[in-house]
């Protein structure tokens, strides 16, 4: 009976702490966030759950009590965006040239399609025609 009861209070704690993680956010524009869930913090921004979806918020968005709440440094943000930009531009190249490739191929294989012919007389209903 007594390890009944201590999950019951073991799960009473741990719905209360997921009520008290979620949190109305506001930016430094004016844009709000109600009931938002913390579901990632990145050394640039946090990434917030609410009814609507996730939504990555920068911290430069963000006042100075919520960026020292998360432990916001400027400079390993920009390090981390400069490094995340870095992996974008790599998966766009990678991408480009894979798209260049189907293309290639796409125009090999449509070339190989063709018929090359020399007409040799034409005719009331058609053509006569040799391969060249």
């Known amino acids: 009976m007594k390890k009944f009861g201590s999950c019951s209070v073991a799960l009473v704690l741990a719905l209360e702490c ?6 109305d956010f506001k930016t ?9 869930t913390v579901s990632r913090v990145e050394p640039d921004g946090i990434l ?3 009814k609507s979806g996730i939504t990555k918020v920068y911290f430069v968005e ?3 009590e919520v960026q020292e709440r ?5 400079a390993k943000a920009a390090q981390f965006s400069a490094a995340e930009q870095a992996a974008t531009s790599r998966s ?3 991408a ?7 293309e290639a191929e796409t ?5 190989a399609q063709e018929l090359h012919l020399e007409v040799t007389e034409v005719l009331p209903n058609g053509v006569m025609a040799d391969p060249l």
Request: no cysteine.
């Open 48 to 50: 917030l759950r609410t």
């Open 92 to 94: 766009n190249t990678v």
């Open 62 to 64: 963000l006042p100075k």
């Open 70 to 74: 998360f432990h916001y440094d400027s």
């Open 28 to 36: 430094v524009n004016g844009k709000e966030y109600k009931n938002a």
């Open 96 to 102: 480009e040239a894979e798209a260049k490739r189907g």
């Open 107 to 111: 125009k090999r294989r449509k070339s």
């Open 18 to 23: 997921s009520r008290a993680i979620a949190d």
